[in-house]
Structures are given as structure tokens and as C-alpha cells.
DNA sequence: ATTCAATTTCCGCATTTTGGAATTGATGCG
DNA sequence: CGCATCAATTCCAAAATGCGGAAATTGAAT
């Protein structure tokens, strides 16, 4: 029941902004048609599905998106490092991102843009990637223990493919983070476009989570890209002392509105 | 079940970053603990809950903030208006919201930082208040048919003390809405914090969202919230047009990482 | 007007969930 | 150092709930 809510609601997630009739969810799940408009009908009364226009294909509903703000807050994290971004990415001009593991992917908790806008070439808040490939993501997999890597990578390997790296690629990156601390990565994903990635490692805990900045490799030169790496390690270093002090970890003010 | 789980990651969406334990959402929910112990593995499971630290507190996983990625592009709406908020940010200077409703709340859906960082003050994206709560939730539920108005008020007047606004000052302000087809607000929710806002009414459809611009009371006089006014029912003119046709609704371009 | 596909409702059966009790584990106290 | 306490986890038989086939309804297309 509760397997079968969640996965429709991934497939809800696929279908994107038009929604999805029924008899396809269906379909695509294996289910019944009863089963799945009974499942429909429960979560659209908790408004995580909603009906485009009020006809008959659903999507997913704004209840969703309520309850991710508090997730993405949860950790902790994103309220800490939002300065961090914002500072890169106002000094850079770059569009910087803070990235999370969930299970075998790699999730975008936080961005800020930068003046050069890379909107559509990069993922947004909420965005996912098997662990392993894009910047961030190989950093938070490379300061994984030994055997979680091991795991993560005979799981996702056949996932590489359509994100045109190869295991061996990907192996290799993960060495470099273990190296250097940091990946720089060129043509990642999209041919022209380049990113520096940095794992945050909590005091006396693995690497939970990594920054990176993407932009397109022609912007930047060695030097500068150094200079940007350089800033960053201060940045992440700052956050994790931080994190060290436990700090404060009541509720955010609860403030006004949008 | 589900309903059981859906107020489950409701009750640790309150308990915030340092997570929550079993015994203590069991009584909250009502529940016996060897349920919320299998309700809790099973969303574990999905990556929708994860444990603090590896111990034995609970809060919400990182998966949820993929799904709501979706979910909140899912509207289509997010893609469209973020252009026209950029670019109310850029030249205001100003904090940016677009809104949509969701059951009686209304829920923050995108967001623009402003020059003027008011991040403490206001809701993040994800956030979530009273349908007629707030400049731009008001400017929602204006727009609604006049029973659903009627009967959204009577389920939420309990809760509008809260927030410092009694049902009358709620129904002035959806009359102010209805009769100038936009809300300026003062000491909105935080003292000395004002906003703008206005509905966005598909062509041929009831309202569904809403834009608002939130800044320091100080900060702009009469005459410039006045342009501010216009500039916005320019923008909101040019994205219900954009909505007419209903263009593309195939999936954005899978892009490259974070 | 008729047909066909898709959605929604109904209902008896059986699979699943349920919560009390027992077990294990962790933490603090005498 | 061992005992007591509280929370988390596992187990199990009873029963409630979800399941899907089939029937009814909607509504769109011919």
C-alpha cells in the first residue's frame, strides 16, 4: 500500500508538468485500475495529488512541495551553508549548489544563482542524480567508508551509462576526491560546462553533503578556477566548524510571508 | 495506513532539524509504538524519513525534496513566472514570491532574493500559511468562487488569531483584492514589513496563483510602491497571456548537475 | 444516436496491517 | 559493578483493511 503510494508518486513525478491519466499510471505500475484510483483519491485528499484543471489527469500537488521546504530545512544544513553559497556565488558570479545523498542518488537541496545564468543546462532545487555522477555527487560517494562505496557503485553502474561516463570514469573521479579534497570536473554532463565540487565532512562524521559551483568552462581559466577552489575550501571549512558546535537546533523563527 | 504516514511526516516536518523520536510521535499521533516502528521503516525505506546521526531521532529524508522538485515545477506555473520574478527582483531590489494554493493553505512555490535580505523574516520556499494569510494567499483566495470563499473562511477562522488578523480584517482585505485586482499590505504578519501582491488568473480559469513582492515598510514610499504596482501588473499580464497558449508542457531539458 | 474507452463504484475474499506482549538494547542510578 | 528503567524492536494471532474483478457511469468521438 505505502510501496505502492510512493511509487506512484514517482511516476506522477515523471510525468511532469501535464499530469497523467489514470489507466497509464496503471499500467505503468501494474496495478489495477480500482487499486490506483482508490490510491489517487487518498492522496489527493492530503492534496500530494492534485487533477490539472480539475479534469482526470493528476499530478503531483503543492502539499509536496509544503512539506519538502520543512525536509530541506531539516537537515540543518542548507540554513548553515546559504551564506557560504551566497557569497561564492556572489563573488563569483557563478551558480553554486549545496547536494545531499538520498539512498543511490544525489539531491539538490539549495542553490543561488550567479549573473551568468545556466538555468536550463543544470538542475534545480530538488534535483537528482545517481551518486556518482556530477561533481558534488562523486564528492559526498568519495568519503563514503570503503564498502558503502563499493555498494553504491556495483548498484548505480548500469545507471552511468546514460550520463555518458563509464565506471572506470567514475572510479577515477572518485580517486581524484580522495587525492585533492576537491574535483574539478570539465565537460561534466553537458559538453562546455565545468565544476568545482568540495565534500563537507561534519566533524567526527562521513561526508554528508558537498557544494559545487558550475559554469561554463570557457569563463574561467586555470588560475581562476584555482582561486575559486581556494575560496571554497575556506567557505566549507567555516561550515564545518560550525558544525562542530552543535548549535542551535530549535525551529527557525517563524516569519512572514510570500 | 496512509493517512497514518501522511501525518507522520507531517508531525516531523514540526520537529524540524534535530528530528524526533519514536515513543514521542507514537503519542503524538496516537499511535502504538510497534506501528510508528514499521511506518517509520518502511518510509526509512524510501529515503523519506532518515535517521539523525544514524541514531535513533527520525526526520524527513532528502527524497522528499526530489519529489518536491517536481512537484513544485509540476505546475508548470514555477518555470513561467521565474523570469518575470528575476526580473521584479533585479529592478526592485526586492524579495520575490510566487504562490499557489494548496487545500486551505497557501504555499510558497518559488522565490527570489532581493538586494534586501529579509531570508529570517519571511517564508522559505516550501512554506506554508492560512488561506488568507498573507498578501499574496489573500490575493488567491479572492479569486475563488464566492462559496468556496465562504466556506474556506469558516474553516480557517480559528486559525487567523495566530497571526495577529481577525476574520474581518481577512474579508476586508479579499473586498480590497476584488475591487482593485491587487493587495498592498502594511505590517503584514512582521511589523514594519510590507508587501504587494497579485493573483494570476488563467485565461478561463479561476485564480490559481499568485505573485507578491515583500519589503522593509521604510524602504519604498508611496509613489515607488505605486510603479512597483504597475511593473508587476505588467509582468502578470505578460505570464496570463503566456498561460493562453498553452505551450509547451513536454518535460524541461535534462540537464547537466549540481 | 451509437460505440468505445476510460473512470468510478461496488463487494466478497484474503492478504496485510494492527497493537499487546515479550525481547533486546541502551542509559543512568544506587 | 550490577541493577533498574525507559525506549526501540520483534513476534504473533485476530481482524480490519485493501485488493481487484465486474458492473455501472461518464463523456468523447464517430
Redesign the interface.
Known sequence: ???R??GL??Q???A????QQLSRLADALGLSASTTHR?LA??EH???VERV?GGKRH??????????????????LR?IC?PAL?RLSGESGETT???????L?????D?Q?GDYV????????????PLG?????VAILAGQPLAEIEAVLSANAGRYAQFGSSLEQVRHRLARVQADGALMLDD???AG?A?ISLPIRPPG?AVTAAI?V?FIASRLDAEARQALLERMRREVAAVEASLAVPAT?????R????
Open positions: 500500500m505505502l510501496d503510494a510512493v508518486l514517482r506522477l513525478g515523471e511532469g508538468a501535464g499530469g490510491l487518498a492522496l492530503h492534496g500530494w484543471d499530478r503531483l500537488g503543492a502539499a509536496l512541495v509544503a512539506l519538502a521546504g520543512q525536509a530541506a530545512d531539516g537537515t540543518g540554513r546559504r551566497a549548489f549545496l547536494i545531499v545523498r538520498s539512498g542518488n544525489a539531491v539538490v537541496v542553490r544563482e545556466i538555468e536550463s543546462l543544470t538542475q534545480g532545487v530538488g534535483g537528482l542524480m555522477i556530477g561533481a558534488g555527487s561534466s554532463l553537458i560546462l565544476a562524521h559545487a558550475n537546533l530549535s525551529r527557525p523563527p516569519g512572514g510571508e510570500g
